[in-house]
């Protein structure tokens, strides 16, 4: 856990996964580890997996949750740099693949591993992760933002609460109703997608399986929840870890869309950064462009 710069490269999230989704599909964790002097100082998490009938050697805990991959490294490693410990592993790796194809999809171009891999590997695309960093105050931040998103915000908030009693709660593994909270994000999606598409796994339980573990088991999970008389109209899968919130799903219920329930707990979610002081807010992997109405930050 101490070597991760990010929740997917935990040891607790590449469990979760495996125990789910990994060993449901038969996926087979291959993992080179560099030791020196008895310590181990770089872990190259990958896995062999088979998507769509292909067989492909992803990092473990993906393809399809996880929205930043790297290796593990110790930098103050005297004998090996990790230029070098990125080449062995491949090499390691490809002698382990059999058929599969290496695909390494979201790395970050900040990550440990981007420049070894640039040299030995063939960009397949490339596209952003953006993120809102918290700095000053929420009310600033909205200003910031313009006068539109300012007043849209807060006329749809107020339209709501003119409706009933408006809820706005982030729940961890122990606050009662975050497993119903998960619930809902499942219900949306399911009624929002008449069929398993690709913009959403929770057609598939074994996904569900993970993101319910993620949420009631794993301490870093988070679900935050809007509701309108105590039922939920808005509800969104987070992951808090070193003061970084992720978000991972967010859904509504298409009966409230006149009120922007989506836009409202995007909103709301990061004024709870603010709050909190969780620092950054990342919406992760992907160029949706509701992301970019509350940040013009990427990477």
């Given at each position: 856990?101490?070597?991760?710069?990010?929740?997917?490269?935990?040891?607790?999230?590449?469990?979760?996964?495996q125990?789910?989704?990994?060993?449901?599909?038969?996926?087979?964790?291959?993992?080179?580890?560099?030791?020196?002097?008895g310590?181990?100082?770089g872990?190259?998490?990958a896995?062999?997996v088979?998507?769509?009938?292909?067989?492909?050697?992803?990092?473990?805990?993906?393809?399809?949750?996880?929205?930043?991959?790297?290796v593990?490294?110790?930098a103050?490693?005297?004998?090996?740099?990790?230029?070098?410990?990125?080449?062995?592993?491949l090499?390691?790796l490809?002698?382990?693949?059999?058929?599969?194809?290496l695909?390494?999809?979201?790395?970050?171009?900040?990550?440990?591993?981007i420049?070894?891999?640039?040299?030995?590997?063939?960009?397949?695309?490339?596209?952003?992760?953006?993120?809102?960093?918290?700095v000053?105050?929420?009310?600033e931040?909205?200003?910031?933002?313009?006068?539109?998103?300012?007043?849209?915000?807060?006329?749809?908030?107020?339209?709501?609460q003119?409706r009933g009693d408006?809820e706005?709660?982030?729940?961890?593994?122990d606050?009662?109703?975050?497993?119903?909270?998960?619930?809902?994000?499942?219900?949306?999606?399911?009624?929002?997608?008449?069929?398993p598409?690709?913009?959403?796994?929770?057609?598939?339980?074994?996904?569900?399986?993970f993101?319910?573990q993620q949420?009631?088991?794993?301490p870093?999970?988070?679900?935050a929840?809007?509701?309108?008389?105590?039922?939920?109209?808005?509800?969104?899968?987070?992951?808090?870890?070193?003061?970084?919130?992720?978000?991972?799903?967010?859904?509504?219920?298409?009966?409230?869309?006149?009120e922007?329930p989506?836009f409202?707990?995007?909103?709301?979610v990061?004024?709870?950064?603010?709050e909190?002081v969780?620092?950054?807010?990342?919406?992760?992997?992907?160029?949706?462009?509701?992301?970019?109405?509350?940040?013009?930050?990427?990477?």
């Open positions: 856990e101490s070597g991760a710069d990010h929740i997917f490269q935990t040891y607790a999230y590449a469990a979760m996964w125990r789910t989704v990994g060993d449901a599909g038969r996926a087979h964790p291959i993992i080179v580890t560099l030791r020196e002097g310590r181990v100082v872990i190259f998490p896995c062999r088979k998507e769509n009938g292909v067989s492909l050697l992803v990092w473990l805990g993906g393809p399809k949750t996880l929205d930043y991959g790297d593990l490294f110790d103050g490693s005297a004998r090996t740099s990790i230029d070098d410990f990125v080449g062995e592993s090499r390691l490809d002698t382990r693949a059999g058929l599969a194809a695909y390494l999809m979201n790395v970050r171009e900040d990550a440990r591993a420049a070894p891999l640039r040299a030995r590997l063939r960009t397949f695309k490339v596209s952003t992760a953006p993120y809102v960093p918290i000053g105050t929420w009310e931040y909205l200003v910031s933002r313009g006068r539109s998103l300012r007043k849209s915000f807060n006329r749809k908030l107020r339209h709501l003119a408006v706005f709660k982030v729940l961890g593994c606050d009662p109703g975050v497993g119903s909270g998960l619930d809902c994000i499942v219900h949306f999606q399911r009624a929002r997608y008449a069929a598409l690709a913009r959403t796994n929770l057609f598939d339980e074994r996904y569900v399986a993101r319910r949420v009631t088991v794993e870093s999970g988070r679900i929840m809007l509701t309108l008389d105590g039922k939920c109209v808005a509800a969104s899968l987070h992951a808090l870890f070193r003061g970084r919130l992720y978000n991972l799903v967010t859904s509504f219920d298409a009966m409230f869309a006149t922007s989506g409202l707990i995007h909103g709301l990061i004024r709870a950064c603010f909190n969780w620092d950054p807010n990342d919406f992760c992997w992907g160029n949706e462009a509701h992301k970019y109405r509350w940040t013009d930050s990427e990477v």
